[in-house]
């Protein structure tokens, strides 16, 4: 299997399905990215069902949290029966949780949360909605740190091509690379082995960054190499100018959309080849939704 996409499948995602982007914008997405949590949407479209959609998700992405959003009005598809579904089946291997926008009465959200919470018995919780986004963003950061969404990881790191590069100048010669990952707080990059001699925890000044065409600058002291054959790894530790770990403000509110956007467009384009091979292998019109599913594997990619 490919290393990238070995990276981009592991860690705990939330996908919230069928969002209404009226309350729940797809800006607050690089908000909770700041704070560990890798979150994205799922929306239907005519490829494929979105019963068919979650299953390729589901058999191929590890540790998933799903978030419904039950008020959305799609043909074919009565919520509280492709929810219990797909609890039933999965019993415990994906949390499901509920939202909905805010009810009128309260009889009505009792008879919503029954539904939902004791009739099917999603653990993430039923979560209602205010009418003002500015609201809902908090809403959603308690209910992604209830369910411990951050998974294991405290920074989210987003896996980088070529368009993610730096250069900086050691012992009066200057080096120049491509990263292969970064976050608020770390980097990496690979060099041969007797390119670059560095002791660990020395402090590299000046580093320039380009990622995504953002251009900043950053200081980074190394945390840890390893060999692998003829290369070496090298992972840094971002370092402020006042000298505490991590990123200037300014630079790190200038960065998060840019690492949104690349680990963004990593998941998608997992996705879209896999529902491109469940489409070649099971045909569109598949008699069952599953079939075709248990043949993928993302080796094949």
Request: glycine residues 4%.
């Amino acid at each position: 299997m490919n290393t990238s996409i070995k990276d981009i499948i592991a860690g705990r995602k939330t996908f919230f399905i069928c969002p209404d982007t009226s309350l729940i914008p797809e800006s607050f997405m690089e908000e909770y990215l700041a704070q560990g949590y890798e979150c994205y949407f799922v929306t239907n479209d005519k490829r494929l069902s979105l019963q068919e959609k979650l299953e390729i998700i589901i058999s191929v992405f590890n540790d998933v949290i799903l978030f419904f959003n039950v008020d959305a009005n799609i043909p074919g598809i009565y919520w509280p029966a492709m929810i219990k579904a797909i609890n039933d089946k999965y019993q415990g291997r994906v949390l499901i949780g509920a939202l909905y926008t805010k009810r009128q009465t309260k009889e009505e959200k009792n008879k919503i949360e029954k539904m939902f919470l004791y009739d099917i018995g999603i653990t993430c919780g039923c979560i209602q909605l205010e009418y003002q986004k500015k609201i809902n963003f908090g809403i959603i950061e308690k209910v992604l740190f209830a369910n411990q969404a951050m998974g294991r990881r405290k920074n989210v790191r987003a896996l980088c091509n070529n368009s993610c590069t730096f250069t900086f100048t050691y012992n009066n010669h200057q080096y120049s690379s491509t990263l292969n990952d970064i976050s608020l707080s770390h980097f990496s990059s690979t060099f041969d082995a007797e390119a670059l001699k560095l002791p660990e925890y020395e402090k590299i000044e000046d580093i320039q960054f380009t990622v995504k065409g953002l251009h900043f600058r950053s200081s980074a002291v190394l945390f840890m190499s390893r060999q692998n054959e003829d290369k070496m790894l090298y992972v840094f530790t971002f370092v402020s100018k006042t000298g505490a770990s991590g990123l200037d403000l300014m630079t790190k509110q200038l960065l998060i959309p840019r690492l949104y956007q690349i680990m963004d467009e990593n998941t998608s384009s997992l996705l879209n080849q896999l529902y491109t091979t469940y489409i070649e292998r099971a045909g569109a019109n598949a008699d069952e939704v599953g079939e075709g599913i248990e043949a993928m594997d993302v080796e094949d990619l």
